[in-house]
């Protein structure tokens, strides 16, 4: 029984100033209401032993890898970072509504400009991975036609299959992914994409997704688009030159973007998916009861200083 529903019984076999004191059921907080609400421990901080810094002309743009998906993956591309192995290289690839592209151009023999060192060339594809304690997982409760079930683990959108047992990271804006040829095993982590337009689910379980980008997307997915095929850029002139990627862990302190993300394994975060279901602002008059996966904001932040006790 709702508190409206007390109130109308309560009225209907008591005095009337108990009639008057009865409240209205509180409507339902907004995504803004939620966080202002929020507590520390509903806030993780950056890994800074699987974070990317990868610099740009432009500025910062801030990546977490995510190991429990894709191990061998995320460890051959902290072994390119720490070799300097994208350091000089370039944006190669700007496709309107799709993915920005960062690696080697194709003149370019990266091998021997920037070898891999102990990093291997070719990887076994990690398109899925069995459900274990590294990959958590939150639910939604909507629907999704891409996968069995849809939510969230660590932060990042993914999906999982419980006939088989297998999870995967899934094709939101903002995910990171190993650039490969048409054999799964082609792609090492040399050559990485982000989702920078409309979430292209149908590539989930065809792509080895890494991580997401969490700061400086603005960077990617303002780019001029290239003129060649699949937005690949035509001329070095073009490109986007990367001045270097380094790992957060081996950046002084004082360097570090020090960023949180909302925890999605938290009350707060539940309440943040109803609030997206149903938008309660004031501009919206339908809410749609529903919301898909790569609707749901993941909210990072500047990580706040909390006062000495």
């Not at 080697?104 to 102990?118: F, I, N, W």
């Not at 409760?141 to 939510?151: E, K, N, R, T």
């Not at 932060?155 to 899934?170: I, K, M, N, V």
């Amino acid at each position: 029984m709702t508190r409206i529903q007390r109130a109308l019984l309560l009225c209907a076999t008591s005095l009337p100033v108990l009639c008057l004191a009865a409240e209205p059921d509180p409507a339902p907080p907004t995504m803004a209401r939620v966080l202002e609400q929020s507590t520390a421990s509903d806030w993780r901080s950056l890994d800074p032993d699987s974070t990317l810094y990868m610099e740009l002309p432009g500025g910062r743009v801030v990546i977490e890898l995510a190991p429990g998906f894709a191990p061998q993956h995320a460890r051959n591309i902290k072994i390119l970072v720490r070799a300097g192995y994208f350091d000089g290289l370039a944006i190669i690839r700007s496709q309107d509504n799709y993915v920005a592209q960062w690696g080697a151009p194709e003149e370019m023999d990266a091998r021997q400009v920037h070898p891999l060192g102990e990093a291997r060339p070719r990887l076994a594809a990690e398109f899925t991975t069995p459900i274990s304690a590294a990959t958590p997982f939150t639910a939604l409760p909507d629907f999704d036609g891409y996968a069995p079930q849809v939510g969230f683990s660590n932060g990042l959108p993914a999906a999982r299959d419980p006939e088989s047992q297998r999870t995967w990271l899934c094709h939101c804006y903002g995910a990171v992914g190993v650039g490969r040829d048409n054999e799964s095993d082609s792609g090492n982590g040399a050559s990485l994409y982000a989702v920078t337009g409309h979430a292209p689910r149908h590539l989930d379980r065809n792509v080895t997704l890494v991580g997401r980008v969490m700061q400086g997307m603005e960077l990617l997915s303002t780019l001029p688009r290239g003129a060649g095929a699949m937005g690949f850029y035509g001329t070095a002139a073009e490109r986007v030159p990367i001045k270097s990627v380094r790992l957060a862990a081996d950046v002084p302190m004082a360097e570090r973007s020090n960023l949180e993300i909302l925890r999605t394994d938290t009350q707060t975060f539940t309440q943040l998916v109803e609030a997206r279901r149903n938008r309660r602002e004031q501009w919206f008059k339908v809410p749609a009861g529903y919301v898909g996966l790569c609707n749901v904001p993941i909210v990072v932040r500047q990580k706040k200083h909390e006062a000495p006790e």
